[in-house]
């Protein structure tokens, strides 16, 4: 499966974005995602997951209460909402999937990666 991510951008602290990661090349309904972020200088953390189904998502509590996690399978999609942003939001997010029906919190367990697409977040 390939997968590519965008919304990125920059937005004031309080604000929201909507990242998508849309996926082409497979059966995407048997794929569990993830979205993890990376910023400068440091290493890549978990954001949040959900189910090949979407009736499970799990997300890091940094961000558990402001991101929301879902997917619409008919159209290829997962969306991460992100609201009430905060500049230690920044950082470049990453989507990534694997063939597996669970919720997935490490990068390992993941099979298929897109590029990145960046968050800027201002104070």
């Known amino acids: 499966v390939q997968l590519q991510a965008s919304g990125g951008g920059l937005v004031q602290a309080g604000g929201s974005l909507r990242l998508s990661c849309a996926a082409s090349?497979?059966?995407?309904?048997?794929?569990?995602v993830g979205w993890f972020r990376q910023a400068p200088g440091k290493e890549r953390e978990f954001v949040a997951a959900?189910?090949?189904?979407?009736?499970?998502?799990d997300y890091a509590d940094s961000v558990k209460g402001r991101f929301t996690i879902s997917r619409d399978n008919a159209k290829n999609t997962v969306n991460l909402q992100m609201n009430s942003l905060k500049p230690e939001d920044t950082a470049n997010y990453y989507c990534?999937?694997?063939?597996?029906?669970?919720?997935?919190?490490?990068?390992?367990?993941?099979?298929?990666w897109g590029q990145g697409t960046l968050v800027t977040v201002s104070s």
């Open positions: 959900i189910s090949w189904k979407g009736d499970s998502t």
């Open positions: 090349g497979s059966t995407f309904s048997m794929y569990a």
């Open positions: 990534a999937a694997t063939p597996s029906p669970g919720t997935y919190y490490s990068a390992a367990d993941y099979d298929f």
